[in-house]
């Protein structure tokens, strides 16, 4: 209860992508039907090949929030729902510094924001799961990529996953060739998600139940060239 609408966006016109900002290459449009596509390519910037897109919210969102769209990708897509990104150590913004190639080094091992990924739209796979990345993780995963590939990174890299994954889930989104019904709300430290009506996941960030990540900017990542589509944006705030 006690829920009030802070944004909302029903892509019915270009108009809509004015609040959005993009990181990495990716065709953003909205449809002649009225929804959101990101096409996500692969291309070289500054002689690095870059494959990853994020399309941010402009504005953050504080508080208890509740995030509710619509989603469907093709199939082989990667995509994550980042949300409840906040800047950290003195900055006043998560855009204070750029982000041209969206890898995952610019989230994960980024000192200066810390965020929730969600996976999502994974139709080959059997699971999904719910991160917590950035902030004072990423100077362990830098550590992590700076060994040697061998049994030392296996076993450093296992410690990250156990670090960072808060939760896994059984596979939500069932079919490519349809819409899915998203809504995640955050209360404090504790993250619930339904899908198509159905609760796949409820869970408690035990570690920061005392300083819980209080809203802030979402938006929609892929990291692999590809097509995704988002619909009914709604969220709330109490």
């Excluded at 929730?116 to 699971?127: F, V």
Aim: net charge positive; with cysteine; glycine share 8%.
């Amino acid at each position: 209860g006690n829920w009030k609408l802070a944004a909302s966006e029903s892509f019915d016109s270009a108009k809509a992508l004015d609040s959005w900002h993009l990181e990495g290459p990716a065709d953003v449009s909205v449809t002649p039907k009225g929804e959101l596509q990101i096409e996500t390519r692969q291309v070289m910037i500054d002689g690095e090949k870059a494959r990853c897109s994020v399309l941010w919210f402009d504005k953050p969102i504080n508080g208890d929030v509740r995030y509710e769209f619509d989603a469907r990708g093709e199939l082989g897509n990667r995509c994550l729902f980042f949300f409840n990104a906040r800047p950290l150590k003195g900055q006043k913004s998560i855009f204070d510094w750029q982000r041209s190639t969206a890898k995952y080094m610019d989230y994960a091992g980024e000192p200066r924001m810390q965020l929730y990924t969600l996976g999502m739209l994974r139709y080959d796979q059997e699971d999904e799961n719910l991160r917590i990345v950035g902030g004072e993780l990423a100077e362990y995963l830098k550590q992590m990529e700076a060994v040697p590939r061998g049994p030392e990174r296996k076993r450093r890299n296992e410690i990250f996953q156990r670090k960072t994954i808060l939760q896994s889930f059984p596979l939500a989104a069932k079919s490519p060739d349809r819409m899915s019904h998203y809504a995640l709300t955050v209360t404090g430290a504790r993250i619930v998600l339904e899908v198509d009506g159905a609760t796949v996941l409820d869970v408690v960030d035990e570690h920061r139940k005392a300083n819980p990540l209080r809203g802030g900017y979402f938006g929609f990542r892929n990291f692999r060239p590809s097509r995704a589509w988002y619909d009914n944006l709604r969220v709330y705030r109490r």
